[in-house]
């Protein structure tokens, strides 16, 4: 084989011309395949000496045309045949006679292909390696640990299968053996094939039947080898082999077979010609090979007519027999065909009779035999076929047979053929037969012809001929009939046409599914079109938002429904394409219906931050700094440093970022960024922090290496680390050590650590700063103990320091003895001089400072006195010199700059005695005035009143006496004279107002002071003790309770407040109007977590309030002041808590029917209750009770109050809903939400959302008129009167009047029957009929 630019020549040694020639570029081994024979033959011939023929030379190759298609050339004949696969071919061979291939495909499947008869056979799965058996048509293979044989390749489903350890390596056939020999883990088995299977199908290629038997004789049983004798019958068979095929039928078991085979084989031995040559033989053979037309050719070309007529009528072939009598003209074929007419009839085969008289040309003989042969339908058509003139009993009969076996269409034919009409046109239409009826009935019944076109369509469309319907329904003018079967047949533009003919309100439907239509095969704009003609354009937006063409969806939204739909759409398809992961489309949907935090939100979930802020600095800019820093903590717990570096620094936080990569040990980052942001010194602080993280001579380098060492040094010491700062100092700047050792003795002393301290000084060779910080913590020996190591000249300032410190403390001897040893007893003398010890200081300067001693007796003259006895000592010696005027002086000159105010009264007193035993009365009333005014200078009052009166002034004695509040002495001294008993009283009076002295007034007398007083003091329990035992005016009691009431109601303390008001009484409305407003509106203001936190003692609590208003004997409910607004007012808040109390009830013992009306009828007190309690009380309870429309109403408004409170815009709630109902718009918006669970009104939020796209649920309230008599009418004001239990109008046959109040007796009855209460008066009740 030679190959060369995609061409493979075949060259045969000994012959001078080329084999052939082959196109190819595959040229392995596994996928070339040829095979080059001159005869078959076999190795051990003596085997197949008895073959009876030899074939013709074998010159084939099989190969590939492409990776998926195998030819196979006959090189001898030149015919190809070429076989196509689904998958690439990676092994193919050819047998030996190369008549089957063997191939393999990528996908490890094993094929076999008959090059006869282009069967194409699966034989394995997972193969992964296959070979022919050399010199024999037997296949080897694996299948994982399975080696499979097949023996028999003609049976691809009988395998011989053994189980193996390893891999097949090769097939060795040598001396009458064939092994497989398998490569297994540790060593190489080899499986034994047998050989005598493999010499069967060899011995069958070469025709040596008679070893082919050999060999099968010696098998034992099994369908192997039944499998193999069947196959050598069928061969030996068609070689018309007797003698074989009889051994083989006799192996096989086929008793019959062989004793037939036995008989031909002695008649052929007989006639002394076997196998071929026998004609007779022959035919039998293909008789037994059920062959019969082969049989009978035989026999008829050797021109032996009677045996096979004789062979046909063994078969019972009569007819055939008598076919070949009547070709061949024998003599005796009419009565062969009169004895077969006579046995058909004897053997009731009518039909065929009939058949044959049918050829005879007898047709009434032969209809009359296809009726009794119950085959009308033929005698119809034998009718047909000869129109001639028949009888009309004949013609009946047929029709009646027809008729009966269901030929309605036969029939009606025959009857219309006897002009029968009606009959006729019955039996077309029993039989369907509706072209023939319709041509009938146009001819001979108009009026029919619309019916029968309208039942034809009828058939048609229940026999699924849809399409043919569609006219008929035209023709019968069905319009809804023909549109269905337009679009039932899929006749599109038909329908659409045929629509013009129906009014819109039925053509809706149709319209409708031509929509669908049109949108399933994406044709928008005719779907979108008739999606509007059926009345239902939310479909067509559907439409475009599945196909993402969103303006289309947007425009026909826009034209075909509301706002909050729009919304909703817009919103609920932007996180579809969200979920889609098409993010660009699901923002440009949020930020066109104005969500930009959907829109951000949405960006964020994604992880796509750039996007995020690009959106937060575009709508949200107030919030980008915090985005930046959420984005930038986010980014940094999850390890991505960079990027929240990049957001830290973009929200003005660089620091941050230079801590992330502190934290993370991230140096030359927090380095780069402080340095970019913070400047040189930032980076400074960053290496110093750096060179602390590194520690020692590491850090140390760092920072030379940085130029920052003493400036390490000094932040070090600046933050207390001076241990650092010195192991920098001694490592790389030795001259900064004192310097460190004096920053931390500093420190260490400013922390009274002062042992280490005096250590640090002396490191840093300042221990005279170690003497002063003793010195500075009076530490006297621990600072002379460092003078004496370290410092000695600093001994004298350490005693003058003591010294000082003890005169400071008035031990003037030991600092005087201390200034001594210091060597300065100047010192000494000046603190004497300065302590006014002239005593001290005169013996001082005797003994050690002689030269100043007369100046210390000139400062000893000069001194003035600063103490009592040194006033009375220099008086008493004036006095005792006679200097009356001199020593008066020298007493009134005491101030309290020199002695203490307790001592001024004895002095001065001292003043006055002189004056009065020795100065004149002018002198002496001059002495006792100036004294008694010093005295009201000190708050000596009663003293100096006692001078003023011995003077005779008895006014200013009395004011004196007032002005100190000494009454009894003012008391005393007005005595006599009713002038100043009255002012005195007076200004006693005043001055326990002043003073607030609810005691004092009280002895006093006055008790509208004292109430005051209380009053202002909130000491409510005694004032109200003084009402009971004074009998204060009821005026001034309900003004006290009022103003207790505001008290309490500021701890939102509501039981003592009905204490209050049950026992102190109602404060006037006149007055307090605005009081009971906050009592109410705070009462039933309370959230929903607190109401039902103990829902039985808060439902008590607002009952006695009720009860306490409504009370007959309440000043409240009885006297307004006049005032008709107030009253009015005031009637407005009892209803609103007389309908909450009622309320409560209804919620107690499950009356929610009528709790729900009570509810709507809360609505009116908005301005007492809160207005989303108000909404979400009524829708709530609507929505429980299935009122989906009122429930919707009122939810949405309270979800867009909640919205208004959280954003702080009254002004935005829309209240255009109610418009006309007696709901108060607009009302203050609470502080507090009702339901503080953000997740429970989210809840709501999406309840609302939900029921917003149901069109089966209104969304509007109905109108007055319609509201009468439903849940509705609570909302409406109205002239009837009012229900007491419900608050809704009474129509006058439901009034019941009790207690002198009105309501609705079914209500009333259903309440009272529950609760066994008036719901007006709190008593018993029972209901009324």
């Not at 050690?848 to 003035?864: C, S, Y």
């Not at 203001?1085 to 208003?1109: I, K, T, Y």
């Amino acid at each position: 084989m030679v190959h060369r630019a995609g061409e493979l020549a075949l060259v045969e040694y000994g012959c001078n011309e080329m084999l052939g020639s082959v196109r190819t570029d595959y040229i392995s081994g596994h996928l070339l395949s040829l095979q080059i024979k001159e005869k078959q033959s076999h190795p051990n011939e003596s085997l197949f000496q008895h073959a009876e023929n030899n074939t013709r030379p074998v010159k084939t190759i099989g190969y590939l045309l492409d990776a998926q298609s195998i030819n196979v050339r006959d090189l001898v004949t030149g015919t190809c045949t070429t076989f196509s696969h689904d998958a690439s071919v990676d092994w193919l061979e050819l047998n030996g006679c190369a008549r089957l291939l063997l191939f393999r495909d990528k996908r490890r499947q094993l094929h076999l292909v008959d090059l006869r008869s282009h069967v194409r056979v699966i034989m394995l799965d997972f193969c992964t390696y296959v070979q022919w058996v050399p010199d024999s048509d037997v296949v080897v293979a694996q299948n994982r640990h399975k080696l499979c044989v097949w023996y028999n390749i003609q049976t691809p489903d009988q395998v011989t299968v053994h189980q193996i350890r390893g891999n097949i390596e090769n097939i060795e056939r040598v001396d009458g053996r064939t092994e497989v020999i398998v490569s297994e883990t540790l060593s190489t088995a080899s499986y034994l094939l047998d050989e005598a299977l493999i010499q069967f199908g060899t011995a069958l290629d070469a025709c040596a039947y008679t070893s082919a038997v050999d060999i099968l004789e010696c098998l034992e049983s099994s369908a192997e080898a039944e499998a193999m004798w069947k196959r050598l019958e069928e061969v030996s068979l068609a070689e018309s082999n007797l003698a074989t095929t009889q051994r083989c039928t006799a192996a096989l078991g086929n008793v019959a077979r062989t004793r037939y085979l036995r008989r031909l084989l002695s008649a052929s031995n007989m006639q002394c010609i076997s196998g071929p040559g026998n004609v007779r033989v022959c035919a039998r053979c293909a008789l037994l090979a059920g062959e019969d037309k082969r049989a009978e050719a035989l026999a008829l070309s050797q021109g032996h007519i009677l045996d096979a007529i004789k062979m046909q009528q063994e078969l019972h072939n009569f007819e055939q027999a008598v076919a070949i009598a009547v070709e061949r003209r024998l003599p005796q074929a009419q009565a062969m065909r009169d004895d077969h007419f006579q046995y058909l009839l004897d053997s009731n085969q009518a039909s065929k009779a009939a058949k044959l008289k049918e050829c005879e040309g007898e047709l009434t003989v032969a209809i009359q035999l296809y009726l009794s042969a119950g085959m009308p339908g033929r005698a119809r058509q034998l009718l047909k076929q000869h129109d001639g003139r028949h009888s009309t009993a004949l013609l009946e009969r047929v029709a009646v047979e027809l008729s009966t076996n269901g030929l309605y269409e036969h029939a009606g034919e025959l009857y219309e053929r006897m002009d029968q009409l009606q009959r006729a046109m019955d039996y077309y239409i029993k039989g369907t037969a509706f072209c023939k009826a319709v041509e009938l009935a146009r001819k001979t019944f108009p009026s029919k012809v619309v019916e029968l076109q309208e039942m034809w369509g009828n058939h048609l469309i229940e026999n699924n001929q849809v399409e043919m319907a569609i006219n008929h329904f035209i023709e019968a003018s069905a319009s809804s009939k023909a549109i269905q079967a337009a679009l039932g047949s899929k006749q599109w533009k038909k329908a659409e046409q045929l629509l013009d003919m129906l009014d819109s309100d039925a053509a809706a439907q149709y319209h409708a599914e031509l929509a669908l239509h049109y949108d399933e095969i994406g044709d928008a704009a005719a779907a979108e079109r008739q999606y509007k003609l059926a009345k239902t354009p939310t479909k067509a937006v559907e439409m475009y938002v599945r196909q993402n063409r969103w303006n289309h969806a947007h425009r026909v939204a826009v034209s075909y429904m509301e706002a909050p739909e729009v919304h909703l759409l817009c919103i609920s398809h932007a996180q579809k394409l969200e979920s889609d992961g098409k993010l660009s489309e699901a923002e440009q949907i949020y930020l066109t219906v104005d969500e930009p935090d959907l829109a951000i939100n949405m960006y964020k979930k994604e992880r796509n931050f750039d996007a995020m802020i690009r959106l937060v600095g575009k709508y949200r800019c107030e919030l980008l700094k915090e985005t930046h820093q959420y984005l930038a903590q986010h980014l940094e717990s999850e390890g991505h440093f960079h990027d929240a570096e990049h957001h830290y620094c973009e929200a003005g936080e660089w620091l941050s970022a230079v801590n992330m990569y502190r934290t993370s040990d991230l140096w030359q980052d927090a380095m780069r960024v402080a340095k970019l942001h913070g400047g040189v010194h930032a980076s400074k602080r960053v290496a110093y922090a750096w060179a602390i993280a590194l520690g020692g001579e590491a850090g140390a380098r760092l920072l030379t290496k940085q130029g920052l060492i003493e400036p390490a040094i000094d932040y070090a010491m600046e933050s207390g680390a001076f241990d650092h700062a010195l192991d920098l100092a001694k490592t790389a700047c030795p001259s900064k050590t004192p310097e460190v050792h004096l920053k931390h003795a500093l420190l260490l002393e400013d922390e009274e650590r002062f042992k280490e301290a005096e250590i640090a000084f002396i490191q840093a060779h300042k221990p005279r700063e170690a003497i002063d910080m003793y010195i500075h913590q009076q530490a006297w020996s621990d600072a002379l103990e460092v003078a004496k190591k370290h410092e000695s000249s600093a001994a004298g300032d350490i005693y003058a320091a003591h010294a000082r410190s003890e005169a400071a403390a008035g031990n003037h001897h030991h600092a005087e003895e201390l200034f001594l040893l210091a060597g300065k007893p100047e010192l000494a003398l000046s603190m004497y001089r300065d302590a006014s010890l002239w005593k001290q200081a005169r013996l001082l300067a005797d003994r050690h400072l002689p030269h100043l001693v007369p100046d210390v007796a000139r400062q000893i003259e000069n001194q003035h006195p600063t103490s009592k006895a040194e006033f009375l000592e220099v008086g008493r010696h004036l006095e005792h010199q006679e200097e009356w005027d001199n020593a008066v002086d020298v007493y009134l000159s005491a101030r309290e700059g020199y002695v203490n105010s307790s001592d001024l009264e004895q002095i001065w007193n001292a003043a006055v005695v002189v004056a009065r035993n020795h100065l004149s009365v002018a002198k002496q009333n001059a002495v006792l005035n100036q004294v008694a005014q010093l005295l009201c200078g000190i708050h000596r009052h009663e003293s100096a009143a006692e001078l003023y009166r011995v003077l005779g002034d008895l006014e200013k004695a009395i004011n004196c006496s007032v002005e100190g509040k000494c009454w009894a002495t003012a008391r005393q001294l007005a005595s006599g004279s009713l002038r100043h008993e009255v002012a005195v009283e007076e200004a006693h009076a005043a001055a326990l107002r002043s003073a607030e002295d609810a005691d004092g007034l009280m002895e006093h007398g006055d008790q509208d002071a004292v109430a005051s007083v209380l009053l202002e003091r909130k000491q409510w329990d005694r004032l109200w003790q003084l009402v009971e035992q004074k009998s204060i005016a009821s005026v001034h009691r309900a003004v006290y309770a009022a103003e207790h009431i505001k008290h309490l109601l500021a701890k939102d303390d509501f039981r003592p407040i009905l204490e209050v008001m049950k026992q102190r009484g109602m404060p006037h409305v006149s007055a307090t109007a605005t009081v009971y407003r906050r009592l109410i509106s705070r009462l039933l203001g309370r959230s929903c977590d607190s109401e039902m936190r103990d829902f039985a003692s808060w439902r008590a609590l607002v009952q006695d309030f009720r009860d306490c208003l409504l009370g007959h004997t309440s000043p409240a409910m009885q006297d307004a002041g006049g005032h008709e607004e107030t009253a009015s007012d005031l009637h407005h808040l009892v209803m609103a808590l007389h309908y909450f109390s009622v309320y409560l009830t209804c919620i107690a013992h499950q009356l929610k029917d009528i709790a729900l009306k009570v509810a709507v009828t809360l609505l009116r007190y908005t301005g007492v209750i809160p207005v989303d309690k108000a909404f979400y009380q009524a829708g709530a309870l609507a929505k429980e009770l299935g009122h989906e429309t009122l429930a919707f109403i009122l939810l949405n408004h309270y979800i867009d109050v909640t919205e208004a409170m959280e954003e702080t815009t009254p002004g935005t709630v829309d209240h255009s809903d109610f418009c006309g109902t007696c709901i108060p718009f607009p009302v203050d918006m609470p502080d507090e939400h009702y339901i503080q669970s953000e997740q429970d009104r989210e809840d709501i939020r999406d309840w609302v959302l939900a029921i917003c796209v149901d069109k089966s649920v209104s969304q509007q309230l109905p109108s007055r008129s319609q509201a009468v008599g439903t849940i509705y009418a609570g909302l409406y004001s109205s002239n009837s009167p009012t229900c007491i239990v419900t608050g809704y109008p009474v129509q006058p046959w439901e009034i019941v009047e009790i207690s002198n109040v009105t309501a609705n007796k079914g209500d009333w009855n259903h309440y009272v029957r529950v609760v066994k209460r008036c719901p007006w008066t709190n008593k018993e009740q029972v209901p009324s009929f």
